[in-house]
Structures are given as structure tokens and as C-alpha cells.
């Protein structure tokens, strides 16, 4: 089985489990890029199937499987040993375990080398990958370990039909591929109807390539050139040694509508028109970005896999990501949207905004683009008083007066621009009267402006979110200043729950004053600061000083009167519900539901239970119970039913294929239990951690997940004794690229007015900085602002708050302030490696030649100052084994770097 432990995947950047690494039986993750289709490979099967345009409700009820499946596909191997050939034909394993972005499986050994397929989409996280996350391609990544005492001649080909079992065109393009020189294979055609292409790649720089039939590849590991669907890659690999062969598999489709309609002309061409002609193209593109897009999403999984919560939490913050693949939507001119998954609608914005903050702390040009989609769309000033409501649908009609999402191929196709006077959804015919789908444009507005301090898009779009926001006071019920009477996402008109648009109003209003504030629109900041301060003392008298607060109203859907706290801890906004009646709402909603069992305990909607329910339960305190809470829905969706976690229902039932586009909410609660926040436009770092009793005050190695480039956050509010002072919390921040920071807001968990703060990036001390305290209750903070704005990179922050003085803790900082040192000229695989930092922050050891070119980093992570040693397994972090050679061995640490020759043993 797999081996979770860092280095144990012999040729791969993941880690193994030692049972069962993430979900097995899955039937396989979705492999693509955002909005462009995917394929699915199930190992146990050896299938592959292919869904090159995302359909109606992202499924028919059905796995992709049974309509989708390639007529002939898998991967094969060819194994020479000596004088004995051994070949396996459409290999298959139960040992397989999927991970979102990424899919793996061990196969059996055939004569003595054994064989891993990773397999994963473009999924690479930042600003400067929109075009590759949004290419319509996927990679099989098959290392080869020859584990036997004499060379090996290996070869792996992969194999894909493009027509279906039910003989049905897949990628596009001609039915049989041609080959396209020795490692491609074509499935040529043109802007109508498509094209595939398939390539093959290896590391060794010895191997040779065939494409086309499968020819005589069982007995000399070679295809036959000319038609097929087969490209291979083949070479000698030595005695104890490891290769990998690198396969991509990308299309270039278009949707056709037939016959064409007055609103939909015929056609609907993908985002990645824009950057590719056709599949060769992406192809290319894919396999000269190999490296960087295996590093890209497989870091995902890594870093996601890395830190100290819970294995099944973190499994499921990555399996929840399925609707980025499955149900993205991306037009050539723009309009972005999410299919809601269960029924056939693209759009849904009260859903899919839950969903937002993945896409926008990673790939915030995609959502920039949906947020300019709602906007256009929204409602006009010559509609009156429905001047500024947001829709709830962008598909679903062949006309502009009737609401129908039967048709199944009109529901490919996304509204045009500015089209404002559509019908939205047939369950309720009107959804003007829904302000929760206005609050969650303000959310992604603001969500937006925090992940990217973008004024000019801001700017652009500032009219549209002025009228969003106003239509929520023009809906208000006279004599209040909530929209007491509206109806919301919680759709059923007898179950319905008034609390909820009124607690997410709140939110949005404040959300509203702070964006205000940044453009400099004071009018607007104070119209709406007045708002919410008239509003929040409303809510608490009609809502939550009721007894009944958490459990009012319908009982379906009792977890949306606690939301709005919800989103405002999530977003650094004040508490606008009072402690007291927080607490009730939580504790009537936990007496509620933790006496049930099985389904019963997620409420009727899943997901806004995690997230509404278990977040408001993060931001009082009681992360035990929060996790408890996203523990009930992993057991019913992830453990009971693997087969359909890519496919999770709205409702409670885990035996359907729904792929409901909410699921990435989740995401949340990660940045609520870590208390997380990078706000890129205000140059302010937010750190208040929950955490759950089970992980010891510490959180280790957590992901902070920001657009301009990941970070890690190590923290402990263990209290220690220093000198004659005590100190509450410590952490250590890193990010992969320069973050701009002049504020620190912390959480306080000190008892004294003037709490003592030790600053230090990249091993230099920062004083002059001021610490104010504000808030009270659950929102007591400490907001530090540093006398300059400091780049936080990788070599870390490093902030120590004491219940007291620092003043012995400077001078102890000051007297350990002696250069970094490194022990030992000898190091190898057992041997035990000495080396000493002066302050405590990030230390990172590297392995280079001679001439400086780096084979590999065996060592990263938080450290204090002084003296340590580890036992080195041999291998870099990335699991290469390192051979033996005369080597530089560097450390670099926030105190300094040094370095020293030394000779690696066997």
C-alpha cells in the first residue's frame, strides 16, 4: 500500500498513505482545466471517458462512464529483462486514490518494475496561470522503478479511442488518429468540428518515441506508424533506477447548436480559443510546461496534505474542489459562469459564490470575469425600482420570455451580454425578490478586492455594485432597515427562512462601506456605514434576541440565521450579531442537530450547514464542534459513498450523480479554523486561529492560500514562560513570492492593556511598530502597524506576543544574534546532519553541484534558534534520490545563509 512519509513515492512529489492515502473508489478524479471539459481514468477498470463540453446540471444523472467511455484506452507496459519479455495490457489496480486536482495508482510489478501512473489536470495556482489553468488538456505522469540487478528496456504506451462504446465522437475531430511524427498522435479536423491530439514525452534523454496502431509493442515495445491511438515512449533503465513517462492528452472543441435559434446563433467557443487554434497547439503548450504543471498541481495536494489537521479534513478540502472541473463554464468573450450542478442551470450566484473564495484566492481573472457577467446582466434603470437586482440564471431558454431547462442543448449555452430582462428559473418564476443573490455579488466584490487590491476592475464595476446594494435598502421593509419580507436561495416558498437574507444583508452592507473607503467614495462609505448600523440594531430586535434565534422560522433550514456572522468573521468585518445572542444561535442549533443521526444531522442542505453552522461556530471559539460538524457530512459523502464524492447532492442523498457546485465552500472553514486572510489591498495580514483541541494549540504547516503566490503558516498559542515574561502565541508566516505588509491584526488572547510584540522578517528585527487593541468578545484583536511596509518571502515573519515586557526576550533575541552553521563533511542516506540558526524562523537546506546548478532541497521548515539535527533518508523533499557526488551543502535561515562542501555517501 502507499506510505504517507515525505520521499517515500520514489519518482513523485506526492506522499503516500500508509493504508488508504485520500479516497480510493472513487471511479477517478475529473482531469482538465477550468471551463475547458475533462477526462476521468479509472485505474480499476483501466477505462478512460471524456467529457469535452460540460453538460446539463455538469451530468445527466449518469457517471460519465456510461456514455463517455473511450471504445479502447488504458495504459500499457512493456517490460525486457534479459531474454524475457513480459507485457501488461491495459493495466489495472485496486490500489488508486484520488486527490483534486490529481489521480494516482500503483499497479502491480511486471517482471520487476514496477509502475505509478499521476495523473492531473492544468491546475496551477496563481495570476500568472489563467491561460494554463483554463487549457483544455490532461496529463499521465507513469514513473518506472526497475527494482531488479540488471538493466531493464521499459516502455509505456497509452492508448485512447476517440469514439465512445456508444460510438460517440470524444475530443473532437476525425474518429481514428493519425500519427504525427514518432510521439504524437492527431485526430485532425477544423473550427467546426474540433480536433484531439496525444503526445508523449520522457525524462530520459535516450528514449525513442512511436505513435499510431499497436503493431508488434507486445514483443519489441514498439508501435506501428500510421493510423491508431497509441503514442509510446520506451528506454533502458539501469539496475535500481527510475524514469518517467509523461503523456498529454488535450482537445479543441467547439459547441454547436443545431439548428440554430434567434438567441443562440449556432456556436459557443471556449475561453482557451483565445490562446490555441487547435489541440496540437495545447498539446505543445502542455508538454513544454510539464514540469511546471506537475509542480503546480501536485504542490496543491502536497501542501493541502502537509499541515497538522485532521488526514480526512484535508482529504475532503481537496475532493470538494470537483465543481472547478466539472461545472465551470468560460466563454471566448468572457462570460464565465458554474453550472449549480443538481438541476440545469449555469449561474445560481447564491450557491456558486459560496464556492467563490477557491476561484478567487487562485485564479481571481476568472472571477473578475463572472462578476462582470452578473453585472451586465443585472437589472436596468428603465426596469424601476429592480434597478441593480442580480439573476439567478445566464441559460435555460430559446427565448427571452419563457424559462425551460429541458432542452438539453440550449442549456449548453450561456445569455448573452447585457441581457437583463431574462426569466430566471422555473421553480420561482420571479427571483427579484431575492436579496441573498444581490449580498453574494457584494461578496465577490469584495472577496475580489481583498485577493487582488485590483482598484482599476473595482473602479469599473463600483456603478453596478452602488445599484446591487441600494436595491437591498429599496426592498426593506418600511419603518426597518432589513429586507425582512425577501426571499432567498432557500427556495421552496412554504420552507422558506426570512432570517437568512437579513443576515447576509449586513454583511454585504459593511462589505459595501469598506469598498468604499478604499476608493475613496465617502459619500457611499458613510450612507452604508449608517445602513448597517441602523440595521444591526434592528436585527437584533426582530431576530436574534429572540429565544428562538438559531431555530426560527422553517425548521429545514435553521443554520442561515447564523451566516452572516459567519461571512463577517471570514471576511475581518466587527461581530454584527451580540456575543450572547451568538451563542444561543449556536447552541440551539448544536442541540438541534448533534442528537441526530446518520443524514438527519446535515439539515436539509449540506453545505450551508458546514459552512454557515460550522463556521459560526469557528468564530466563537468552538472549533471542536466545528469540526465535528464538517466530520458528519465527510462520513455520509466521502467514507459511505466514494463512488459519487465528485457528485454530491444538494440534498441528502449520496447515491446520485448531482456534481452540486457548492461543495468548494468548505474552503472556509480552512481559513476560519487557520484565521487566515490576506488582504492585497490594504496591505493587512489577518491571523486569529480556532483551533480544534486534537491538533494541541499548534498548527503546522497550513496553506495560505493568496494569488500571488501560497503561503504557509506555522503557529502555537501555548502559553511559555520567557524571563519575566509570558508569551501567548508564536508564529512563523512564509510566502513563495513577496507580499506587501503594513498592518497585522492577531487574535488577543492576552490579559494585559499594553501586550508585549516581537517582530521579525527575513532575520532582521522591526521595531517601532504599535499594537492597539480593539474589539470585544469573540472579536477581541490586536492590530499591529509597522513603521514601513516589509516584503514577507520566504525566509518568514516571525511575531511572538507576550502577556507582558519584551524587553527580555529582545535582549535574549539580541544575544543569540551568531552567524548560521553547518557540522559534518560527510552526509548520506542515515547520517545525521548538524546545523544551528541564530532566530527562529524558516531554515532550508540545499544540495548543489559544484558549479551552483541545485539538485535538490532535503530539508524546509520552521525551526527555533539554536542548535538541531535530522537523520537525511537520502532523497530530496520531491523524493529524488540523491547519488553520490562531491556537493555543496547550503543552509539559508532568516538569520543568514552559509555554505560548505561535502561528500555524499552511498
Not at 348 to 356: K, L, M, P, S
Request: aromatic residues 12%.
Amino acid at each position: 500500500m502507499f506510505d504517507r512519509r515525505e520521499g517515500s513515492f520514489l519518482c513523485f512529489t506526492l506522499c503516500f498513505a500508509g493504508s488508504v492515502w485520500a479516497l480510493a473508489g472513487t471511479t477517478g478524479t475529473p482531469l482538465g482545466g477550468i471551463g475547458t471539459g475533462y477526462l476521468v481514468y479509472n485505474a480499476k477498470t483501466g477505462l478512460i471517458a471524456a467529457v469535452t463540453k460540460v453538460m446539463p446540471a455538469a451530468s445527466t444523472d449518469e457517471s460519465e462512464f456510461n456514455k463517455h467511455t473511450s471504445s479502447s484506452c488504458g495504459l500499457h507496459f512493456y517490460v525486457k529483462n534479459g531474454e524475457t519479455v513480459s507485457f501488461k495490457e491495459k493495466a489495472t489496480t485496486n490500489e488508486e486514490n484520488a486527490v483534486v486536482p490529481v489521480y494516482a495508482a500503483h499497479y502491480p510489478a511486471v517482471e520487476g518494475v514496477a509502475f505509478i501512473d499521476t495523473s492531473y489536470g492544468p491546475i496551477v495556482s496563481g495570476l500568472a496561470y489563467d491561460k494554463m489553468a483554463h487549457s483544455p488538456m490532461a496529463f499521465f505522469d507513469v514513473c518506472a522503478t526497475n527494482t531488479n540487478s540488471s538493466d531493464c528496456e521499459v516502455a509505456v504506451a497509452l492508448e485512447f479511442s476517440n469514439v465512445s462504446t456508444q460510438n460517440k465522437n470524444l475530443l473532437g475531430g476525425a474518429d481514428v488518429g493519425t500519427s504525427d511524427g514518432d510521439n504524437a498522435i492527431s485526430w485532425n479536423g477544423d473550427n467546426t468540428i474540433g480536433s484531439g491530439y496525444m503526445m508523449a514525452g520522457c525524462e530520459n534523454s535516450s528514449a525513442t518515441f512511436s505513435s499510431g496502431a499497436k503493431g508488434t509493442f507486445t514483443a519489441t515495445g514498439t508501435l506501428a506508424s500510421g493510423s491508431g491511438n497509441l503514442v509510446a515512449a520506451k528506454c533502458v533503465i539501469p539496475a535500481g533506477g527510475s524514469t518517467r513517462f509523461r503523456f498529454v492528452i488535450a482537445w479543441w472543441s467547439r459547441w454547436v447548436l443545431t439548428p440554430p435559434s434567434a438567441i443562440k446563433p449556432g456556436e459557443e467557443d471556449h475561453w482557451y480559443h483565445n490562446f490555441y487554434a487547435n489541440a496540437k497547439e495545447v498539446a505543445t503548450y502542455g508538454m513544454q510546461n510539464y514540469e511546471l504543471i506537475r509542480t503546480g498541481a501536485t504542490g496543491i495536494v502536497k501542501r493541502t496534505m502537509a499541515s497538522n489537521f485532521p488526514e480526512w479534513y484535508k482529504e475532503r478540502l481537496l475532493n470538494n474542489l470537483y465543481p472547478l472541473i466539472h461545472n465551470s463554464v468560460s466563454a471566448k468573450d468572457g462570460r464565465t459562469g458554474y453550472w449549480e450542478g443538481q438541476y440545469a442551470i449555469i449561474g445560481t450566484i447564491d450557491q456558486n459564490e459560496h464556492a467563490g473564495l477557491w476561484y478567487a484566492f487562485n485564479w481571481p481573472q476568472n472571477q473578475w470575469r463572472e462578476l462582470q457577467f452578473w453585472a451586465r446582466s443585472s437589472h436596468k434603470a428603465d426596469e424601476g425600482d429592480l434597478l441593480g437586482q442580480i439573476h439567478h440564471d445566464f441559460n435555460g431558454t430559446t427565448s427571452l420570455s419563457t424559462w425551460d431547462y429541458s432542452n438539453t442543448d440550449i442549456n449548453r449555452f450561456l445569455y448573452p451580454w447585457d441581457n437583463s430582462t431574462h426569466p430566471d428559473y422555473s421553480y420561482q418564476s420571479n427571483t427579484t425578490n431575492w436579496m441573498d443573490l444581490n449580498c453574494m455579488f457584494l461578496f465577490k466584490a469584495y472577496e475580489l478586492t481583498l485577493a487582488t487590491g485590483n482598484k482599476d476592475s473595482l473602479s469599473a464595476y463600483w456603478p453596478y455594485i452602488k445599484n446591487t446594494a441600494n436595491r437591498i435598502i429599496v426592498f426593506c421593509t418600511p419603518g426597518t432597515h432589513l429586507p425582512t419580507t425577501s426571499l432567498s436561495s432557500y427556495d421552496s416558498p412554504s420552507a422558506q427562512n426570512y432570517t437568512y437574507p437579513s443576515a447576509v444583508a449586513l454583511t454585504a452592507w459593511y462589505a459595501v462601506a469598506e469598498m468604499a473607503k478604499w476608493l475613496g467614495d465617502a459619500e457611499t462609505e458613510k450612507k452604508y456605514s449608517d445602513w448597517y448600523t441602523a440595521a444591526r440594531a434592528d436585527f437584533a430586535a426582530t431576530y436574534a434576541n429572540l429565544s428562538s434565534f438559531g431555530n426560527a422560522g422553517d425548521q429545514n433550514h435553521p443554520e442561515g440565521d447564523v451566516a452572516g456572522y459567519s461571512w463577517a468573521r471570514y471576511f475581518g468585518f466587527p461581530a454584527n450579531i451580540d456575543s450572547m445572542n451568538i451563542v444561543k444561535g449556536c447552541d440551539n442549533l448544536w442541540n438541534k442537530y448533534s442528537g441526530l443521526s446518520g443524514v438527519s444531522r446535515l439539515g436539509l442542505w449540506h453545505f450551508y450547514q458546514f459552512d454557515h453552522f460550522g463556521g459560526a461556530l469557528t468564530a466563537i471559539g468552538q472549533a471542536d464542534k466545528a469540526l465535528e460538524v464538517h466530520k458528519w457530512d465527510y462520513e455520509y459523502f466521502h467514507q459511505a459513498s466514494p463512488a459519487f464524492v465528485f457528485w454530491q447532492d444538494l440534498w441528502n442523498s449520496n447515491t446520485v450523480y448531482r456534481s452540486y457546485g457548492t461543495a468548494p465552500t468548505v474552503w472556509r472553514s480552512h481559513f476560519q479554523f487557520t484565521g487566515t486572510l490576506v488582504d492585497n489591498a490594504n496591505n493587512r495580514l489577518w491571523i486569529r486561529p480556532s483551533i480544534p483541541a486534537s491538533m494541541n494549540k499548534t498548527i503546522a504547516n497550513a496553506p495560505i492560500v493568496n494569488p500571488n503566490g501560497w503561503g504557509t503558516l506555522h503557529y502555537t498559542d501555548s502559553t511559555v514562560s520567557v524571563g519575566t515574561s509570558t508569551r501567548t502565541q508564536s508564529m512563523t508566516v512564509t510566502f513563495d513570492s513577496l507580499i506587501t505588509i503594513k498592518e497585522i491584526v492577531l487574535k488577543n488572547n492576552t490579559t494585559v492593556e499594553n501586550p508585549g510584540i516581537f517582530i521579525m522578517n527575513d532575520g532582521v528585527r522591526i521595531e517601532g511598530s504599535t499594537a492597539a487593541l480593539e474589539g470585544s468578545g469573540f472579536e477581541k484583536n490586536i492590530r499591529i502597524t509597522l513603521p514601513s511596509p516589509i516584503q514577507v518571502g520566504p525566509a518568514g515573519l516571525v511575531i511572538q506576543v507576550f502577556n507582558g515586557d519584551v524587553s527580555v526576550y529582545n535582549s535574549r533575541f539580541s544575544s543569540l544574534r551568531s552567524p548560521p552553521a553547518l557540522t559534518g563533511a560527510r552526509i548520506g542516506k542515515g547520517i545525521s546532519i548538524g546545523y544551528s540558526v541564530p532566530v527562529p524562523g524558516v531554515a532550508t537546506l540545499d544540495v548543489l553541484l559544484l558549479n551552483g546548478a541545485k539538485i535538490g532541497t532535503i530539508l524546509k521548515g520552521p525551526v527555533t534558534a539554536g542548535s538541531h539535527s535530522f537523520i537525511w533518508n537520502g532523497t530530496t523533499l520531491q523524493g529524488t534520490r540523491v547519488n553520490p557526488n562531491l556537493a555543496i551543502l547550503r543552509l539559508t535561515c532568516a538569520g543568514g545563509s552559509i555554505s560548505r562542501t561535502v561528500f555524499i555517501t552511498q
